[in-house]
């Protein structure tokens, strides 16, 4: 079974402060998909990014990066100099890269609130 | 704009009423998937489609509720005799093939009174 863990429920903070959002995973699967989605007020699910288990090279995407641990079995995203806009919940999900279905499972979701 | 489309936006019904929503995909996407959001969770999957067939069911979808992609395009979910419980996001997501990422429509929003 397939378990995904976003501890933080919700975070503060002020603009222009950089954030780390907590994700923590569980699987049996050998080779699987780590997603992080973004789901602002008006509902749609935006997608990040995505990372196959078998590259753990970290990425920087404009203020975003994420960091990849599978010793720790954790896919931690960090927004660096906070904006209004960033404002949103936030969904880990991981899915299996292999077996037909790739039904991803979703974290609960950290509301990020970013105040001017 | 070439993204995933849900119509309605918003759905507000009486118990019991039925309730069908309809799913655009991404136009070369032959993958389309149905999830229901609650608040304070995350998407929890109902059903999947390759193509026009209905390849896996969640045991969330009870007898109540029925999906269909008759050409492989478009999809509609039907929630027959509705429950105050039904009340939730309903969202909608396609990919290129079953390794693709899924990518999300804006979501019906249900309210049953």
Same mark, same amino acid.
């Given at each position: 079974?397939?378990?995904?863990?976003?501890?933080?429920? /919700?975070?503060?903070?002020?603009?222009? /402060?950089? =954030? &780390?959002?907590?994700?923590?995973? /569980?699987?049996?699967? &050998? &080779?699987?998909?780590?997603?992080?989605?973004?789901?602002?007020?008006?509902? /749609?699910?935006?997608?990040? !990014?995505?990372?196959?288990?078998?590259?753990?090279?970290?990425?920087?995407?404009?203020?975003?990066?994420?960091?990849?641990?599978?010793? %720790?079995?954790?896919?931690?995203? &960090? !927004?660096?100099?906070?904006?209004? =806009?960033?404002?949103?919940?936030?969904?880990?999900?991981?899915?299996?890269?292999?077996?037909?279905?790739?039904?991803? %499972?979703?974290?609960?979701?950290?509301?990020?609130?970013?105040?001017? | 704009? #070439?993204?995933?489309?849900?119509?309605?936006?918003?759905?507000?019904?009486?118990?019991?009423?039925?309730?069908?929503?309809?799913?655009?995909?991404?136009?070369?996407?032959?993958?389309?998937?149905?999830?229901?959001? #609650?608040?304070?969770?995350?998407?929890? *999957?109902?059903?999947?489609?390759?193509?026009?067939?209905?390849?896996?069911?969640?045991?969330?979808?009870?007898?109540?509720?029925?999906?269909?992609?008759?050409?492989?395009?478009?999809? #509609?979910?039907?929630?027959?005799?509705?429950?105050?419980?039904?009340?939730?996001?309903?969202?909608?997501?396609?990919?290129?093939?079953?390794?693709?990422?899924?990518? *999300?429509?804006?979501? #019906?929003?249900?309210?049953?009174?």
């Amino acid at each position: 079974a397939q378990k995904v863990t976003q501890a933080q429920t /919700e975070i503060s903070v002020v603009e222009k /402060e950089d =954030v &780390t959002l907590d994700c923590v995973y /569980e699987t049996r699967d &050998t &080779t699987y998909y780590l997603f992080w989605y973004k789901q602002p007020p008006s509902g /749609e699910l935006v997608f990040l !990014i995505r990372r196959n288990s078998f590259d753990e090279q970290n990425e920087i995407s404009g203020r975003y990066s994420w960091n990849f641990q599978k010793s %720790t079995s954790s896919f931690n995203f &960090t !927004i660096t100099a906070s904006q209004v =806009v960033d404002s949103a919940v936030y969904f880990c999900a991981l899915r299996p890269a292999s077996g037909g279905s790739y039904i991803p %499972t979703f974290g609960r979701g950290t509301s990020l609130i970013v105040h001017p | 704009d #070439t993204g995933v489309s849900q119509d309605p936006r918003h759905k507000i019904t009486k118990r019991g009423q039925n309730v069908t929503f309809r799913c655009d995909p991404i136009s070369e996407h032959n993958r389309l998937y149905w999830y229901r959001q #609650t608040l304070g969770q995350g998407p929890e *999957f109902l059903t999947y489609f390759q193509n026009e067939a209905q390849l896996e069911k969640s045991r969330l979808l009870s007898d109540r509720f029925s999906a269909e992609r008759p050409k492989g395009s478009f999809s #509609t979910l039907e929630i027959q005799r509705t429950e105050q419980g039904d009340s939730a996001m309903y969202l909608c997501a396609s990919s290129l093939g079953g390794s693709g990422t899924q990518y *999300f429509g804006p979501g #019906t929003r249900l309210l049953v009174l």
